[in-house]
């Protein structure tokens, strides 16, 4: 439903006009997840439960994951601004969370850039912090927690806003660690090219990549002309 929850911001008419998205539906074979019962001395059971993952795999669950990815550029539409709010981008806020969800957070990148004073704003202030270590790099995160009874305390809706508190010192935006380019060269079937280049711009560490391409329905691809170069050397595409 469409109704409650995060779903909610999933506008079509926001989304569809945003500078990327993407839906994707993930299925994979897991272990299945076991009861286990605590036995007494007298031969009896506990009410006691607890969940054990099957070692030797003999069960078989099938775990589905639904994802969205949406980019919006803000920086362009807000005249050069950085700010951002849940409502700018989805013409919506939040009003609740989802009731068949056992977690629903909306997480907020707060990390400050260069470890420079925090500069910074986000509103309402979160009720949680979480750090984490994503390609190397300490990240901060505010957390809001739709689950939690006091987030819509003070108002009936959720609207998360980031502001600077002051103007940058340069409009650039910083490179990502992991930033990827795609160019079309030639024409036609027999000399037309597509190139995508994926660079890693971390001083030393390496990281793993899936590369999924998507092309037009009217383009027809011979795999058998796929090669993948690193540092100048051929590799063998698998």
């Excluded at 439903?1 to 994707?24: C, D, M, N, T, W």
């Excluded at 807000?78 to 609740?96: H, I």
Aim: some cysteine; charged content about 20%; overall charge positive.
């Amino acid at each position: 439903s469409l109704q409650a929850g995060l779903a909610v911001l999933l506008k079509a008419e926001r989304l569809f006009h945003s500078s990327y998205h993407s839906q994707a539906v993930h299925i994979r074979p897991i272990c299945r997840v076991t009861h286990q019962f605590a036995e007494l001395p007298c031969g009896g059971f506990t009410s006691h439960l607890s969940l054990v993952q099957d070692a030797s795999c003999l069960a078989v669950s099938w775990e589905l994951r639904q994802t969205l990815t949406v980019v919006f550029d803000t920086f362009s539409s807000g005249q050069g601004k950085k700010d951002w709010s849940l409502f700018k981008m989805f013409s919506r806020t939040l009003t609740d969370a989802c009731p068949l969800a056992s977690q629903s957070k909306v997480y907020v990148d707060i990390s400050p850039k260069n470890k420079e004073k925090e500069l910074l704003e986000v509103t309402p202030p979160p009720a949680s912090v979480h750090e984490a270590v994503v390609q190397g790099d300490k990240r901060t995160y505010a957390v809001y927690d739709l689950l939690s009874p006091s987030l819509f305390n003070t108002s009936r809706s959720l609207n998360v806003q980031l502001k600077w508190k002051r103007p940058q010192d340069s409009l650039e935006l910083p490179t990502p660690i992991l930033h990827a380019q795609r160019y079309v060269s030639g024409y036609g079937l027999q000399t037309g090219e597509i190139s995508t280049l994926v660079y890693n711009t971390h001083p030393y560490r390496a990281f793993p990549v899936i590369l999924l391409e998507t092309v037009p329905w009217y383009l027809r691809l011979y795999v058998h002309t796929l090669t993948i170069i690193t540092k100048g050397k051929e590799n063998k595409p698998s």
